[in-house]
């Protein structure tokens, strides 16, 4: 549901350690909330035999409360659902390449603005194109996966990175302060670190074209940091 788009935005929201904290709190509160009583219904429809090894678990809930006509306009629900949150992502997806672009860690023509839109439309068509890929040449199971790997696995890293600051510059101001700190935080890396175990005993080619995916994208970064690093040093000379 792209609730988490929100510290994409950090850049651009207005009093951010007052509105992203609100922001993720509030849609992580809605989406348990909605998950929750999904879950519900699917439990309360279908025994779990039935739905162990199923992918359409919402379109055999429906069937079985509604009939299999109804159960057609309940998929559609669902994909709408699923739209709703693609277009939010293709709000806030591009922003990572445009501010990567700026912070000249990225090809620079990521980082230009559209004289008529004012977005970022190099990004934009960026993401559509890698997740058009993607869509063609895997598998929802596999792409959900991939994707889960990856994203828990930074998720994970980039919640140890803030605590290993915290350690180190003890002294540095912060406008937010994680409510249950240190156990908050422990707890999120135990259960990203789950996902990623399992994602690994479940798929583990998967999560080696992932690590891959990954490693790529760590020679591009060197590439750039190279490449600045060299421009500083002709700039004193």
Same mark, same amino acid.
């Given at each position: 549901?792209?609730? %988490?788009?929100?510290?994409?935005?950090?850049?651009?929201i207005?009093?951010p350690?007052? %509105?992203?904290?609100?922001?993720?709190?509030?849609?992580?509160?809605?989406?348990?909330?909605?998950?929750?009583?999904? %879950?519900?219904v699917?439990?309360? !429809?279908?025994?779990? *035999?039935?739905?162990?090894? /199923?992918?359409?678990?919402?379109?055999? +809930?429906? !069937?079985?409360?509604?009939?299999? $006509?109804?159960?057609?306009?309940?998929?559609?629900?669902?994909?709408?659902?699923?739209?709703?949150?693609?277009?939010?992502?293709?709000v806030?997806?591009?922003?990572?390449?445009?501010?990567?672009?700026?912070? %000249?860690?990225?090809?620079?023509?990521f980082?230009?603005?559209?004289?008529?839109?004012? $977005?970022?439309?190099?990004?934009?068509?960026?993401? +559509?194109?890698? !997740?058009?890929?993607?869509?063609?040449?895997?598998?929802?199971?596999?792409l959900?996966?991939?994707?889960?790997?990856?994203?828990?696995?930074?998720?994970?890293? *980039?919640?140890?990175?803030?605590?290993?600051?915290?350690?180190?510059?003890?002294?540095?101001?912060?406008?937010?302060? *994680?409510?249950g700190?240190?156990?908050?935080p422990?707890l999120?890396?135990?259960?990203?670190?789950?996902?990623?175990?399992?994602?690994?005993?479940?798929?583990?080619?998967v999560? /080696?074209?992932?690590?891959? *995916?990954?490693?790529?994208?760590?020679?591009?970064?060197?590439?750039?940091?190279?490449?600045? +690093?060299?421009? /500083?040093k002709?700039?004193?000379?």
């Open positions: 549901m792209a609730w %988490n788009a929100a510290a994409y935005l950090g850049g651009e207005k009093d350690s007052r %509105n992203i904290p609100l922001a993720l709190f509030n849609g992580t509160l809605i989406v348990m909330c909605l998950y929750l009583l999904l %879950n519900a699917f439990i309360y !429809a279908l025994p779990a *035999t039935a739905m162990s090894g /199923v992918l359409e678990v919402g379109d055999l +809930a429906a !069937a079985a409360l509604f009939g299999n $006509t109804i159960s057609r306009y309940f998929a559609g629900a669902i994909a709408i659902g699923i739209l709703s949150a693609v277009s939010a992502m293709v806030t997806g591009p922003r990572v390449y445009y501010a990567m672009a700026k912070d %000249n860690i990225f090809f620079k023509q980082g230009i603005v559209s004289k008529i839109h004012k $977005t970022p439309a190099y990004s934009i068509f960026l993401q +559509a194109l890698i !997740a058009s890929i993607m869509v063609l040449i895997l598998a929802f199971d596999t959900l996966i991939y994707i889960g790997f990856t994203l828990s696995l930074f998720s994970m890293l *980039t919640v140890v990175g803030l605590v290993v600051l915290r350690i180190k510059n003890p002294s540095v101001k912060r406008e937010y302060r *994680t409510f700190y240190p156990f908050t422990i999120f890396i135990l259960g990203n670190l789950w996902i990623i175990y399992y994602s690994i005993r479940s798929r583990f080619i999560s /080696v074209y992932g690590l891959g *995916t990954i490693g790529l994208g760590y020679i591009i970064y060197l590439y750039f940091r190279f490449s600045i +690093a060299l421009e /500083v002709g700039q004193q000379f």
